[in-house]
């Protein structure tokens, strides 16, 4: 077989009025390169026609290589299945909704040449996004970048260029709870941003709802960072600090005669807080602990309903 010297990895779900135009354009930026490529396009349990639309398109372009999922299993996981079946000596990975312009990969392509192994598209300017959106996205780099063990580069989404030699790393790192961008730093290598502008959808709208994007964050978090487990500790110290110093000084009031800690107001608030306190804590272990529980499981990362032969 030849050797292919690009893949483009795009998870779909539900982008029927965006499929066509995607290909299109990857088509035109990819035969600039004058190289092989491929585009593996992974439908992550898509229900409005988008998964036969891959296969037709398929069927018409070698390019493209279609990777059916049993079921939606998430952004995250569908990247992961594109880049298990890639060839490529580059990898890129990128939205299908055409937020990521296709031009850029050239740009990617260019610093990959000049011999770095990631080159991240940082986004300087979003467009057609809502504010709170944006204010939650700049909020969520801002607190992943301090708290989180890596160098997580701010405003940089998925969209990357990682040579072989990564993605292979990539590949053996079986995590569930995946969150790829925090993976390709932790990697190391040559590492490198390009400043791109973000566009708005080219169509429909997103499927990141809030609910998809916490759950984002919070595997962020828990796969990098004990910051979290560790504030309980916190919390407990200055707890107790406050106890050791609060202890003498109310106990010598009483003895002196002094009225000013008495009822259960105070009582109510030391056992409240506290409560909570605790609760929180509990909560933050159980984070940690369903993610232990669901490596524990060894199940697989997700289920093919077709996939290509690999090789
Ligand atoms: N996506 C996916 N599975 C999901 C959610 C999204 O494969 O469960 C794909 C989606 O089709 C798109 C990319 O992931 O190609 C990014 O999603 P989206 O544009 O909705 O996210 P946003 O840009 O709004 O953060
Ligand atoms: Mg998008």
């Known amino acids: 077989m030849t050797k292919i010297t690009y893949s483009i990895v795009a998870p779909i779900y539900n982008e029927i009025e965006i499929i066509d135009e995607f290909c299109k354009r990857i088509n035109a930026v990819m035969d600039a390169t004058g190289e092989t490529w491929e585009l593996v396009l992974v439908s992550d349990g898509s229900t409005d026609g988008s998964t036969e639309r891959i296969r037709e398109l398929a069927a018409a372009d070698e390019h493209i290589r279609p990777v059916i999922f049993a079921r939606n299993f998430g952004h995250q996981i569908a990247v992961t299945a594109g880049l298990d079946y890639t060839r490529g000596e580059a990898v890129t990975i990128i939205d299908a909704d055409l937020q990521d312009p296709p031009e850029v990969i050239l740009?990617?392509?260019?610093?990959?040449?000049?011999?770095?192994?990631?080159?991240?598209?940082?986004?300087?300017?979003?467009?057609?996004?809502?504010?709170?959106?944006?204010?939650?996205?700049?909020?969520?780099?801002?607190?992943?970048?301090?708290?989180?063990?890596?160098?997580?580069?701010?405003?940089?989404?998925?969209?990357?260029?990682?040579?072989?030699?990564?993605?292979?790393?990539?590949?053996?790192?079986?995590?569930?709870?995946?969150?790829?961008?925090?993976?390709?730093?932790?990697?190391g290598y040559k590492q490198i941003g390009v400043e791109y502008k973000r566009a708005a959808r080219f169509a429909g709208e997103t499927k990141y709802p809030f609910k998809k994007m916490l759950q984002l964050a919070l595997n962020a978090v828990t796969s990098f960072s004990y910051f979290p487990l560790q504030v309980a500790s916190y919390f407990g110290f200055f707890s107790a600090g406050i106890a050791i110093i609060a202890i003498p000084v109310v106990a010598i009031l009483r003895i002196t005669g002094s009225h000013f800690f008495e009822g259960q107001t105070t009582t109510l608030i030391a056992v409240l807080f506290l409560g909570g306190v605790q609760l929180i804590s509990l909560g933050i272990l159980g984070e940690y602990i369903g993610r232990l529980y669901d490596e524990a499981k060894g199940r697989p990362l997700y289920i093919v309903s077709e996939a290509p032969e690999n090789g």
């Open 107 to 187: 740009d990617l392509i260019e610093k990959w040449k000049e011999g770095y192994q990631v080159v991240y598209a940082v986004r300087s300017e979003r467009e057609g996004e809502s504010w709170f959106k944006k204010f939650t996205a700049s909020l969520f780099y801002r607190i992943i970048y301090k708290i989180t063990d890596v160098e997580i580069p701010l405003d940089t989404g998925d969209f990357r260029l990682l040579d072989r030699k990564v993605v292979d790393v990539m590949n053996s790192m079986r995590e569930k709870h995946r969150f790829l961008r925090g993976m390709s730093s932790w990697i």
